[in-house]
């Protein structure tokens, strides 16, 4: 009895070798601490590296489904060709409150700062640190009027 309760502690802790934080959700990533930080700084650079999948992309970003069109027809431009070879420094990360974080970073295009010292937010949704719409359609407006029908209706709004 003894050895059998060893042996199932033993195989918890090989299944289960982490112990969550106690800032962490059931279901996702930690909302504040260093952890946090971490996520955050991680999800923008996949949201921001061309080589990622766009799916893989968009789950990081807040509503995805309002933009998923914009970005997919983007991605189809010859800039869009030209993104595969992005990826995004992130400078710092401010968590204001336990649902929004502020982001400094630099859009980098095969290596050279194509955008320096930008400002973002990232929303704490559903357990997972994403880049918010606000900032998704911040970059937006650099290529499109804020009332061009080529952006997702988020951003006209």
Same mark, same amino acid.
Do not use: H
């Given at each position: 009895?003894?050895?059998?309760?060893?042996?199932?502690?033993r195989s918890?802790?090989?299944?289960?070798p982490?112990r969550?934080?106690? !800032?962490?959700?059931?279901?996702?990533? #930690?909302? !504040?601490?260093p952890a946090?930080?971490?996520?955050?700084?991680?999800n923008?650079?996949?949201?921001?590296?061309?080589?990622?999948?766009?799916?893989?992309?968009?789950a990081?970003?807040q509503?995805e489904?309002q933009?998923a069109?914009?970005?997919?027809a983007?991605?189809?431009t010859?800039?869009?060709?030209?993104?595969?070879?992005?990826?995004?420094?992130?400078?710092?990360?401010?968590?204001? !409150? #336990? !649902?929004?974080a502020t982001v400094?970073?630099?859009?980098?295009?095969?290596?050279?700062?194509l955008?320096?010292?930008?400002?973002g937010?990232a929303?704490?949704?559903n357990?997972?640190?994403?880049?918010?719409?606000?900032s998704?359609?911040?970059?937006?407006?650099?290529?499109?009027?804020?009332?061009?029908p080529?952006?997702?209706?988020?951003?006209?709004?």
């Amino acid at each position: 009895m003894v050895v059998a309760a060893i042996s199932r502690r033993r195989s918890r802790r090989l299944l289960f070798p982490w112990r969550p934080s106690p !800032s962490a959700t059931a279901s996702g990533e #930690p909302s !504040s601490g260093p952890a946090a930080v971490a996520a955050i700084k991680a999800n923008w650079k996949t949201v921001f590296n061309g080589k990622v999948s766009i799916p893989n992309r968009l789950a990081l970003v807040q509503d995805e489904a309002q933009v998923a069109a914009f970005v997919e027809a983007q991605a189809k431009t010859s800039f869009g060709a030209a993104a595969t070879g992005s990826t995004a420094a992130v400078t710092s990360v401010t968590i204001t !409150s #336990p !649902s929004q974080a502020t982001v400094d970073y630099e859009v980098l295009l095969l290596g050279t700062p194509l955008l320096k010292k930008q400002v973002g937010v990232a929303v704490y949704d559903n357990g997972v640190w994403k880049v918010s719409i606000a900032s998704l359609c911040g970059l937006a407006y650099l290529e499109f009027p804020r009332t061009s029908p080529k952006l997702p209706a988020v951003c006209r709004s």
